[in-house]
C-alpha cells in the first residue's frame, strides 16, 4: 500500500508529452499509449518534481477544491494505477 510520504518518480523510460492540456505518455515495455483527463495531466507535471504522495495530494487539493478525503483517495488510486503499468515508481 502506498503511503502518503513515500516518493513518486517517473519510470524514466516512458516518453510523455502534454498535449492541449492532456498528458500523453507511451510505455516502451508494452507499446502502449496512455491518455490522462485534466487531473491526472495536472499529476504527471508534478511528478517531474520528487514529490511525496502527501505533497501532490496537497497540490491537487488546493487546485481542484476537493476534499482532502477525495483527493488523497484519488490520488492514491491513480499512483497505485500508473505505477502497475510500470509509469511511476515509488520510493
Known amino acids: 500500500m502506498l ?3 513515500q516518493v513518486v518518480r517517473r519510470n524514466d523510460k516512458t516518453a510523455s508529452r502534454v498535449l492541449a492540456g492532456e498528458a500523453i505518455v507511451l510505455t516502451p515495455q508494452d507499446s502502449k499509449i496512455h491518455s490522462f483527463n485534466e487531473t491526472g495531466s495536472r499529476v ?5 518534481e520528487e514529490l511525496t504522495v502527501s505533497e501532490i495530494v496537497n497540490q ?3 487546485e481542484f477544491e476537493v476534499s482532502e478525503e477525495q483527493a488523497q483517495s484519488d490520488v492514491i488510486a491513480f499512483l497505485e494505477g500508473l505505477e502497475a503499468k510500470g509509469i511511476v515508481t515509488f520510493g
Open 60 to 62: 491537487i487539493r488546493g
Open 44 to 48: 504527471w507535471e508534478l511528478l517531474a
Open 3 to 5: 503511503s502518503l510520504d
